[in-house]
């Protein structure tokens, strides 16, 4: 099992900054991929980012590109979201996830973290 503790979502002002972190705990040498992903009201839970655990290959979503940075402290086994430029339309709860797996697809994760809500202002 790894468990995973998201933290660093708030309340922010359309073009400002957050940055979010998880830190995994458990059966971390499992882990292939840490992932980002969001969920606003009403919409399908999308991918956001990801970041290959041991290579530190980084993917992001065409939304996201050039205004969020994934990365990670494997001695801290915490993975970050910055996400500066920050758009109404980020809204969203932003969830964590681990993979052995692949890193595009909601199913190839199999821990979840429970979530921060990231709410920007217009």
């Known amino acids: 099992q790894v468990q995973l503790v998201e933290s660093g979502g708030g309340l922010v002002q359309a073009g400002g900054s957050l940055r979010l972190s998880c830190a995994a705990s458990g059966r971390t040498f499992s882990i292939y991929y840490m992932g980002w992903f969001r969920q606003a009201p009403g919409k399908e839970r999308e991918f956001v980012s990801a970041?290959?655990?041991?290579?530190?290959?980084?993917y992001y979503a065409d939304s996201v590109k050039g205004r969020f940075t994934i990365s990670r402290d494997n001695a801290k086994n915490t993975v970050y979201l910055q996400m500066n430029s920050l758009k109404p339309e980020d809204t969203a709860v932003y969830y964590c996830a681990a993979s052995p797996r692949g890193y595009r697809s909601s199913n190839a994760y199999d821990y979840w973290g429970q979530g921060t809500q990231v709410t920007v202002s217009s």
């Open positions: 970041v290959s655990w041991s290579r530190g290959t980084t």
